[in-house]
Structure formats: C-alpha cells, structure tokens
C-alpha cells in the first residue's frame, strides 16, 4: 500500500520542502500519531504554531461552537463578535494604544505593515537583517536573507532594500569576542546612513527580536534598544516580526516584552489560533489612522472560526502556558548546559522560554550541518519530532508546546544524549 508521502508526490511538487515523510492521522497535546501507529513526541509544534499542544480541547470546542454560527460572511462586508472581540482582546494585550488588521499568514502581514511603513512614512527605504526570515510572498522574499535559494530566479524584487548585520553573539559578523564587544552591531548604521541610503528616507526597520529560522538567535537586549533609539532619532519605523516568538513562546506573551522593547508595528501569526490559520498586523493608534479604506484589505482575513479559536487559545495561554513556557525553558536550558559541558560538538546553548537553539558544531568550532541531520534523523527513529534552523542548518531547534512537562523534556534531551554518546564512541 502507498504511504500518504507516495501518494503526495504524485499531484504536489517538491516546492513546498517537508522536514519528513511522516504520514500523520491523528495529534492530541505533545504527540503525533503516524498511519502506520507510531507514537511520536513533538518538539516542533507545526513550527511553533500549536502553541498549547495539538488539537486543545478548549480550543476545539470554541472553533466547533463558531461553526454553528458563522463559518464566513466577509469582514469587507460585515463586523462579527469573535472579530470585533478578539481585537479588543489583542490591543489590550497590546497596551491599549494600538489598532490592529486580521489577515490569513504572517507573509501576509509583514507585507502589510511594509505596506503601512511606506504609506504614512512616504518614505521608499526599508532595512532588513541577514540570516531574517519573514515570508515567502515576494515582498517577503525581498526582505528575507537566510537563504540565497528563497531568492534564486524572483529576481527583481521591491526595490530599496538595505541590509544590516543582526547581533549574533556566537558569531559576531564583526569578528568581536562579547567581552570585548563595542555593540559594533549598532555602530554599524553610521556606516549604512552614510554610505548607503540617507536614513530621513528609510521607512521602516523589520526585525525578528529572536532569529528563527537564522538559527534562533538570541541578541543582546541592548542590541533591539538600540535599534529602538536609532529609530527615533531618524523618524523610522521600528517594526517587530513576532511571527514565531508571540503567543507565550518566549515565556510571555509577546518578545517584546521578554526584550522590553516596544515596536511602532509588530506583525503575528503562528501562534495565534494554535492552528487555524489567522494573522494580525498591529500598530500604534496613531499610524493605523492614517491608513485609509482601501489602502489594504483581502478576502478570508478574520476568519469567524479562527477568531474564536483564537480567544479561547489566549485564554488557556494566560491561564497556563505563558507561565509554564517560562518555567519548561528555564528547565530546559538547564538539563541543555549540562549537555553542552559533555560534548564538545555542541557548540551554543540559546534561548528564551520555550524557543531554544542547540547549535552543532566541528571541532574547529565550524557549523556541522551533517551531524544536526544525522540528530534529527536518529531521534525521529527513537520516536523524538525535531527541527533544523539556521543559515548552515546545524541549529537543532526545540519548539515544544507550551504545555510541554518535565518529563517529556527529560525524554527529547535524553534522545539527543544517547545519540551524541553513540557519535562520540
């Protein structure tokens, strides 16, 4: 009999590139259940979406409740209670001061606050960071730089994009060691604002304040401070992609708060509905008022399933998970840091909350990307779901719900030992 990979290959193309060949019938918290009756834990999270584990039941509940009511009506066309609720909610979460836009994906709305930047700011300029990833739509491709291949052949793309070095502590790009460190990540725009683009025609700066699929990198607090300030000093707009780091996966609610840092824009998604496909684009009051009607809009934004499955998930994330997310990751990095002080081919522990990054590594410290896959690879046949991330693709990256317990994190780690104790033998 044909597995659903088989059959898969045979009416979809291999542009969308899968992490696996699991055939997958049913998911319920930290676990997935494979057509052929394996039983697998899950340190991935549908890539940080499934924020409160697989198939909440809370969640399940208010999306199956909303079924009876409205599946669509159109938020071009009508308003509707979990829509009009649901942003009450996140601008509240938000601070109160903001307004905000629903959307499908984050792709979607990172080209939306571009689109918000450019308008009120009528400034063409936007300055992105390497290793970044937004999106794949093409003004997301344009403003993404860890991979060449997610460019090769969409050549042109929007025009006036510059890029900046993203603070990467284990690989600092300036060559510096933390200790002696001038934040040369910041002293950087001297040279961009000189050289390059004139910073009174740059709209906007998009940042992710952790790198995900860069390799999970964790700046310095006073690098996205700094960035801050920069901003204010030249009238740009600082706008937060907290596309995988929102919904409690920093160990609160949103990075920016894990950073202290509050943006001008922040885009979400992933997490926001723990699985059915929604996005925000929020912004302050200020500026979402001088973006007229028809300046943006799309169909299926707001979805009435997907706002209400979104309410009850902030709901069981205030609850539980936020706090559970901070307390599973500071005991995670703990039992990590032991490991590292066993095997010298991990080379960085990183992380905050439940977004942590096990960075592999040659013994002359080089990225080794073939051992990260042969991790994966092995863990996947002791039943243990990971990723990859990163620009060299040796960030073995554990994504696990916010629900996560200790024992089951004793499990993945105890994995990824008994694999490095084999390589080392």
């Not at 834990?41 to 584990?53: E, K």
């Not at 969640?59 to 009511?69: F, G, N, R, T």
């Not at 001088?290 to 309410?311: D, E, I």
Request: net charge neutral; hydrophobic share 40%.
């Amino acid at each position: 009999m044909e597995t659903m990979y088989e059959r898969c290959c045979k009416v979809m193309p291999h542009v969308a590139n899968r992490s696996t060949t699991l055939g997958i019938v049913e998911a319920k918290g930290c676990y997935l259940t494979t057509d052929d009756g394996r039983k697998i834990l899950d340190f991935a999270s549908g890539v940080a979406v499934c924020n409160l584990g697989h198939n909440h039941d809370k969640v399940i509940e208010a999306a199956k409740k909303q079924m009876d009511k409205i599946v669509h009506c159109g938020h071009n066309v009508v308003y509707y209670e979990p829509y009009v609720k649901l942003a009450e909610k996140i601008v509240e979460l938000t601070g109160g001061n903001t307004m905000l836009y629903f959307s499908n994906s984050g792709a979607e709305v990172n080209d939306g606050a571009l689109k918000l930047a450019k308008y009120v700011t009528e400034r063409p300029a936007i300055i992105a960071f390497k290793n970044s990833f937004h999106g794949r739509t093409i003004a997301c491709t344009a403003i993404t730089g860890s991979n060449a291949k997610y460019r090769k052949n969409y050549e042109g793309l929007i025009p006036s994009v510059y890029w900046a070095e993203y603070a990467n502590c284990f690989r600092c790009p300036f060559g510096k060691k933390k200790e002696a460190c001038g934040m040369e990540c910041l002293k950087q725009f001297d040279d961009i604002f000189s050289k390059l683009i004139a910073p009174e025609t740059v709209a906007a700066m998009i940042v992710e304040p952790v790198q995900g699929e860069g390799g999970y990198i964790v700046p310095p607090v006073k690098f996205l401070q700094g960035l801050r300030k920069i901003c204010d000093e030249n009238g740009i707009l600082l706008i937060l992609d907290e596309i995988q780091t929102g919904f409690g996966r920093t160990g609160n609610m949103f990075a920016y708060q894990t950073m202290n840092v509050k943006p001008d824009i922040i885009t979400l998604a992933k997490g926001i509905a723990n699985g059915f496909p929604l996005s925000a684009l929020v912004a302050k009051r200020e500026l979402m008022e001088r973006w007229p009607a028809g300046a943006h809009g799309g169909t299926f934004g707001g979805n009435p399933v997907a706002c209400a499955a979104s309410l009850a998930t902030i709901a069981e994330l205030e609850h539980f998970g936020v706090s559970n997310a901070k307390k599973m990751g500071e005991y995670t990095m703990g039992e990590l840091k032991r490991l590292k002080d066993k095997y010298s081919v991990i080379g960085d522990v990183r992380g905050v909350g439940l977004m942590i990054g096990i960075e592999i590594v040659n013994e002359d410290g080089s990225p080794n990307p073939v051992l990260t896959k042969h991790l994966i690879t092995e863990a996947l046949e002791k039943n243990v779901l990971f990723l990859s991330c990163g620009s060299d693709k040796n960030v073995l990256r554990l994504i696990a719900p916010t629900i996560v317990t200790e024992k089951e994190i004793d499990k993945g780690i105890s994995v990824i030992d008994e694999i490095l104790e084999s390589v080392d033998a």
